[in-house]
């Protein structure tokens, strides 16, 4: 990859995007689609998983909509055969959505990116989204808790990294990814040129940025600022979730 471009022959052919509802998804897969044709990459296509679930009539079954919550049950084993379809066909793919660890298999992700938020930042995107009172505080606090960012990291993608959303703008947050889009990429191709006698055949895993070593072992990601101090993120959790008992989980 002399030329800083990432050869569809140089990498496995998926980057993920997750995360929960409001932290920048969508945009910021625009931003990365830019990005890739500023830079003589282009050919990625993008796959909405909340569009290919309406569009396979997922959304529309019966009795999966809960009014209460203001929430829409998905059958994940469908919709996981659904995308399984569409990736089937050659081709590079940014696939975006919330749901992706629970439905997008580990073949050919070259880079899992979970995007975080503030949730002082959600709980605004949410009120400007119309979400009901309860939905927000339920989207909020499993962003604060990490829950897709978990569920992410044990779906045990090739790499995954977590990147902080807040105050930047997608084409910052973008900029990041595919930097270490191109460093994963370049690693992984060195690590085959190395193990070509070696037939294992086993994927390399990521470590979660906040655990030890992480920086050292260079994987994808970065620290996400409003985690890091322990009051900011009690105070946090009384704020948002009131009648939180105290303490951190």
Known sequence: ????????????????????????????????????????????????????????????????????????????????????????????????GHLAPYVVPADDVVLAAVLRRSPYELVRVYEERGYSARKARENAGAEMLGTISFDTYAARYGATGQYDTTGRTPQETARVILADLERVCRNSNNNSSNDDDDNSGSTPQSTSPESPGAEDAGEPGERIGWLADKASYERMLRDIMPGWPGGTV
Do not use: F
């Open 1 to 96: 990859m002399d030329d800083g471009n990432i050869a569809k022959e140089d990498c496995r052919r998926i980057l993920l995007i997750t995360g929960t509802p409001g932290v920048g998804k969508h945009t910021v897969a625009k931003a990365l689609q830019s990005g890739m044709e500023q830079t003589g990459d282009g050919g990625w296509q993008t796959v909405d998983i909340n569009e290919a679930a309406r569009g396979a009539g997922l959304l529309d079954v019966e009795d999966s909509y809960d009014p209460e919550s203001d929430t829409t049950d998905v059958d994940t084993g469908a919709l996981s055969g659904v995308v399984r379809d569409t990736l089937a066909a050659p081709g590079r793919y940014v696939v975006v």
